[in-house]
């Protein structure tokens, strides 16, 4: 499951995405996007140290963009490359925000959920101390099998930063596409599906 909060979150997710979005080589749209959210769901970290999400944005009338990102309360060692930004949060305070593809817990949950036909995590909202579900503006399915062994990702031995990022870990390479309507390459797929949208693939995986 996924715990979040109501709360202040100064600058915004969006805010961070829309000054970073146009650093991107991937990008596509203007200098100041002034992006919309799309859908958003979660993964879930087994820890429950980090949060990940799964963002879908749109600049304009421009293509639906995939935007996975991590929250973190310390730096992401070696995650320099991969900052968004830092935010504060009203409940939990100074949040680092992280491109999700260079950090280690969204990639095993991806790689997870992948490879064994899973999808997102249940999200509770924090409510004076009671937790109310929500349903979440996004489902998510692998296509691989429950019960498959996945295999710990590991460190990240190159990232490729383009549309599609690819990812390489000595276990699993995987492949998460940004600007969506791609077609796969092949690769045991995420397919993220939205009111309003199509079922569009999101990710790949194969195992090496």
């Excluded at 963009?65 to 949060?89: I, K, M, S």
């Excluded at 593809?101 to 101390?129: K, R, S």
Aim: with cysteine; aromatic share 6%; hydrophobic share 35%.
């Amino acid at each position: 499951m996924a715990l979040l909060y109501r709360a202040d979150i100064k600058p915004t997710k969006l805010e961070l995405i829309d000054s970073w979005l146009p650093t991107r080589p991937w990008y596509q749209g203007p200098a100041q996007p002034g992006v919309q959210r799309v859908a958003a769901c979660r993964f879930d970290d087994p820890d429950g140290e980090v949060g990940v999400e799964t963002i879908l944005v749109q600049a304009g009338d421009g293509p639906v963009l995939h935007v996975p990102l991590t929250y973190r309360g310390a730096p992401l060692p070696g995650g320099e490359p991969w900052l968004v930004g830092t935010t504060e949060h009203s409940v939990l305070g100074k949040r680092w925000v992280y491109d999700a593809t260079g950090d280690p817990v969204y990639l095993q949950a991806l790689a997870t959920a992948i490879l064994t036909g899973g999808g997102e995590a249940e999200e509770f909202v924090d409510a004076d101390g009671r937790q109310e579900k929500r349903a979440p503006a996004m489902t998510l399915r692998g296509s691989g099998a429950p019960g498959t062994a996945v295999p710990t990702v590991g460190p990240i031995e190159q990232n490729t930063d383009g549309d599609p990022t690819r990812i390489t870990t000595a276990t699993v390479d995987l492949t998460v596409h940004r600007v969506l309507g791609s077609t796969a390459g092949g690769g045991l797929t995420l397919t993220g599906s939205w009111d309003g949208g199509s079922p569009t693939i999101l990710a790949e995986a194969t195992l090496r």
